[in-house]
Nanobody, 118 residues
Framework: QVQLVDSGGGLVQTGGSLRLSCVAS????????MDWYRQAPGKQREFVAT???????NYADSVKGRFTISRDNAKKEVYLQMNSLKPEDTAIYYC????????????WGQGTQVTVSS
């Protein structure tokens, strides 16, 4: 079964950095796109970053230039390096994969809380 385990969140001051990690299992990691989403209190879950198996990445405009998504296919891990953090980055961050056979579906990590103090 698919399992995504998120970690690395915490409390940081404005301008600080955090690195999130997601360990994946139960599917062919290297051939699947992996994403990070986030959900702030009272708001809908929103896209943050995505990375293909080959390493091509794309980002939400709100995090471009500050966040970097990466992956280690051998370890089946995906990362989100977050720099120059702002209070508006405060949210629960979720690892995500859209996978399945014959029917694909969304799988989510349990989430990791990121809090940026002003």
């Amino acid at each position: 079964q698919v399992q995504l385990v998120d970690s690395g969140g915490g409390l940081v001051q404005t301008g600080g950095s955090l690195r999130l990690s997601c360990v994946a299992s139960g599917f062919t990691f290297s051939s699947n796109v992996m994403d990070w989403y986030r959900q702030a209190p009272g708001k809908q879950r929103e896209f943050v970053a995505t990375i293909t198996g080959g390493g091509w990445a794309n980002y939400a405009d709100s995090v471009k230039g500050r966040f970097t998504i990466s992956r280690d296919n051998a370890k089946k891990e995906v990362y989100l390096q977050m720099n120059s953090l702002k209070p508006e980055d405060t949210a629960i961050y979720y690892c995500h994969v859209f996978w399945g056979f014959p029917t694909r579906r969304d799988y989510w990590g349990q989430g990791t809380q990121v809090t940026v103090s002003s």
